[in-house]
Nanobody, 123 residues
Framework: QVQLAESGGGLVQPGDSLRLSCAASGNIFSIIVLAWYRQAPEKQRELVASVVSGGGITYADSVKGRFTISRHGTENAMSLQMNNLKPNDSAVYYC?????????????????WGQGTQVTVSS
């Protein structure tokens, strides 16, 4: 069974930094995309940053220049370095992975989500 485990959230002040980590475990054949999403209260979940298997990286306009997504080599893990945090960055952050997995009869692409980690930026 494939699982995603997140860590690193917390309460910080504006201008501070946080690093979120996500590690995938289970029978993963190959990873297609790793991404971070976030969801603030009463708002839709939004893409924060993503990295595809070929190395291409995408950021939401609101975090460009402040956040950095990194995939850890050949490990099924990634991190999100968040600098100069702002109150509007407060949200539950979710790790997302689209990967090819063995279902028992064939390889199929599947989407997986972490449990979410709270990031609160407040003075």
């Amino acid at each position: 069974q494939v699982q995603l485990a997140e860590s690193g959230g917390g309460l910080v002040q504006p201008g501070d930094s946080l690093r979120l980590s996500c590690a995938a475990s289970g029978n993963i054949f190959s990873i297609i995309v790793l991404a971070w999403y976030r969801q603030a209260p009463e708002k839709q979940r939004e893409l924060v940053a993503s990295v595809v298997s070929g190395g291409g990286i995408t950021y939401a306009d609101s975090v460009k220049g402040r956040f950095t997504i990194s995939r850890h080599g050949t490990e099924n893990a990634m991190s999100l370095q968040m600098n100069n945090l702002k109150p509007n960055d407060s949200a539950v952050y979710y790790c997302n992975m689209r990967a090819v997995v063995w279902t028992g009869t064939q390889h199929r692409a599947r989407d997986y989500w972490g449990q979410g980690t709270q990031v609160t930026v407040s003075s």
